[in-house]
């Protein structure tokens, strides 16, 4: 078990004649990620790479190939386009991994999805990986390992460091997902908490958050009232000065609110493992398993 | 993006939202020729600078006749302004904003935001107003009235008028202001801004609803869609040094400390900058060299880092995912060498191509700092920059 993605999920990547994308399905494909079709308006009919199908529409692809989940390339401009009209083939899971999409499409785009049954991961953000399975993202394949972990994180290059952490130690990962780093995204700390608590292979969860927003709140309210399973959590950005963008666009303590410090007391104070240093999520996530 | 408030103002007469009579002036003679235009025998001048609380620091000034706006005006022109946004140095006004005076009756606030948890734009109201919304927010929040908005339904009256009536007016004032609101909502949303605040807006004895203030900020990732908006950006208001590293796509902010960072991913860069200060050092900047750190990039981010001289050591810490180590060390390996680097530099390559890029800078020739972890590399800074 696992959430999100497993071997059975069959792959439409929106964009795969990009560079990026490109680069990317050659690495999924590799990692043993089922990829199944390509979209992109106007390549219809042609091969990918010689081996992968390309058709101009992502209904064609599900039509054709089956695809049950997207994976979105596509340039910011007509990102949004492009996650709506995946919506609208009915992909169960949609990852976007595009980094720069105004907001307001952003908003407009996630209201309608409301009552489908579809879960985005992203925008702006690595993907989901399930080890040895499936990787719709951009991570790199070989420092993850399958085991009882699940991580979700608001940031990239993060979740590759509290990843090896754990590999190094010997503890693998059920399914990781990068959320992204925007102010709106399609899963929430929340949303992938309560899959995880439902998963029986996850044992054990790590949430990297961020400064800015109040999703960790959230999420602490929530791992105090129905979560399960225990929570190894750190936050980055206790040094960021505020009103000031770090990087991402959803990383900005505003009108003193979103402070780092607000988020670790209230995920101490839901009965989470709060890491001070991120050089000892691995160390505490061995602790807490008892290894 | 941050504008001024003129310019904020500027887009809002766009719109048919009402604004003070006035215009924008660079020196104590144009300041007095706007007031001339403007009429009347009540001016107000406001300092330009992208920060609130121009007020309390001396940055907003009546004038009572056309040689005091000069007078004014030639005070504030120049100054170096202070207010709890500026930090301690300081912003030099460059330009004021000259308008005439109005006879206030009542000063409220209005404000509208994307709202992160709800996913929708919310727009506040409050008969607070003048004062800093935190503050209410923090003390009085029921003082603040909010309409939380469906997008796909946009500015209906209903949420217009529970602001409105939540001000408390009524007749005529209910009918401006409900205009003024849907107004704000058209600008807002057609123009892709994340903030707008007006504060105060004022109710005048004379029964018109006007923006006294007025702030906007603008979602950056929708610039490329809005060239009017896009050339409002002022560089005089930002960091040298920012705006050298947005030339190469860098994304750079500048801190106090003396540890350069170079780090790819923006959590991976604020979580280098925290660890940093666990071991008693302090970061002097947040730099994100992204996802394609090509040689050349990395290049330029050593450029920009080495250029501020309390720099004593520099944290390279990278993870690759797409970004491959072995191009980074090529890049540092290269920088090292044409930028003839003095200060220790201590580096830790993890990721994808990690042995290789190590490979690259073990035989180099120059002498760097390897460190196998995120806290090795950190300590190893930090003593490096002679802090402990």
């Known amino acids: 078990m696992s959430i999100l993605v497993n071997k059975d999920t069959r792959v439409v990547v929106q964009g795969i004649t990009g560079k990026e994308g490109t680069f990317h399905t050659t690495q999924c494909i590799e990692y043993g990620t089922n990829v199944v079709a390509g979209v992109t308006p106007g390549k219809g009919g042609s091969m990918w790479e010689g081996k992968v199908p390309v058709y101009n529409t992502v209904a064609e692809a599900v039509e054709r190939e089956g695809a049950n989940a997207s994976l979105i390339f596509v340039p910011p401009a007509f990102c949004a386009d492009a996650i709506a009209e995946a919506v609208d083939a009915g992909m169960g899971v949609i990852v976007t991994i595009t980094e720069g999409i105004p907001a307001l499409d952003m908003m407009k785009v996630k209201r309608s999805m409301k009552g489908k049954n579809v879960r985005m991961v992203g925008p702006n953000c690595p993907g989901v990986i399930t080890p040895d399975e499936c990787k719709m993202g951009i991570m790199p394949g070989y420092i993850f390992k399958k085991g009882p972990v699940g991580l979700i994180s608001r940031s990239g290059t993060l979740t590759y460091e509290a990843v090896w952490q754990c590999t190094e130690r010997g503890i693998g990962q059920s399914t990781c997902i990068g959320i992204g780093g925007d102010p709106i995204i399609g899963s929430t700390q929340v949303d992938l908490l309560k899959l995880f608590n439902e998963d029986p292979e996850t044992e054990l969860v790590v949430l990297i958050g961020e400064i800015g927003g109040t999703a960790e709140e959230e999420a602490a309210e929530y791992i105090k009232k129905e979560f399960t399973k225990p929570v190894v959590a750190f936050i980055a950005g206790k040094t960021a000065p505020p009103g000031r963008r770090m990087g991402h666009a959803g990383a900005i303590i505003a009108g003193g609110k979103g402070t780092a410090a607000e988020k670790m007391a209230a995920l101490r104070e839901a009965g989470a493992h709060v890491v001070e240093s991120p050089a000892e999520i691995g160390a505490v996530v061995a602790r807490v398993l008892g290894k | ?388």
């Open chain 2, 1 to 388: 993006m941050k504008v001024h408030e003129y310019q904020a103002k500027e887009i809002f007469k766009e719109y048919g939202i009402p604004v003070p009579k006035g215009g924008l002036a660079t020196t104590p003679q144009e300041a007095r020729k706007v007031a001339e235009e403007v009429g009347g025998n009540l001016w107000v001048v406001k300092a330009q600078i992208h920060a609130g609380g121009r007020g309390k620091g001396g940055g907003v000034k009546l004038a009572r006749s056309l040689d005091e706006v000069e007078q004014v005006a030639s005070q504030i022109i120049g100054m170096t302004l202070v207010t709890h946004q500026t930090g301690p140095e300081g912003k030099l006004v460059r330009k004021v904003l000259v308008e005439e005076g109005l006879n206030i009756e009542k000063e409220l606030y209005l404000g509208m935001v994307i709202d992160r948890s709800s996913e929708c734009p919310v727009m506040m109201a409050s008969t607070e107003g003048g004062v800093e919304i935190e503050k209410v927010a923090a003390e009085t929040p029921e003082k603040i009235v909010k309409a939380f908005i469906d997008p796909a339904l946009g500015m209906l009256p209903f949420y217009a008028r529970k602001l409105t009536f939540g001000l408390g007016l009524s007749g005529d004032l209910f009918k401006k202001a409900v205009s003024f609101m849907t107004k704000l909502y058209q600008a807002f949303i057609e123009k892709d801004a994340s903030l707008a605040e007006i504060n105060p807006l004022v109710i005048t004895k004379e029964g018109d609803v006007i923006a006294l203030d007025a702030k906007m900020n603008f979602d950056d990732d929708a610039l490329y869609r809005h060239p009017d908006i896009a050339a409002m950006r002022d560089l005089d208001e930002e960091d040298p040094l920012e705006v050298e590293a947005k030339k190469y796509d860098l994304n750079f902010i500048k801190l106090d400390g003396n540890i350069g960072c170079m780090v790819n991913g923006a959590g991976l860069a604020m979580a280098t900058m925290d660890i940093i200060k666990i071991y008693g050092g302090e970061p002097a900047n947040f730099l994100d060299v992204g996802g394609a750190a090509s040689a050349e990039r990395v290049e330029n981010a050593f450029k920009i880092l080495l250029s501020e001289p309390n720099v004593k050591a520099v944290l390279v810490n990278i993870f690759g995912g797409i970004v491959r180590c072995d191009r980074v060390a090529k890049g540092i390996a290269q920088a090292a060498k044409n930028l003839e680097v003095k200060v220790p530099m201590v580096v830790r390559l993890e990721g994808t191509n990690s042995k290789e890029g190590m490979e690259i800078l073990e035989k180099s020739g120059l002498s760097f700092i390897t460190a196998k972890s995120m806290a090795e590399a950190a300590e190893k800074a930090v003593q490096a920059a002679g802090i402990k």
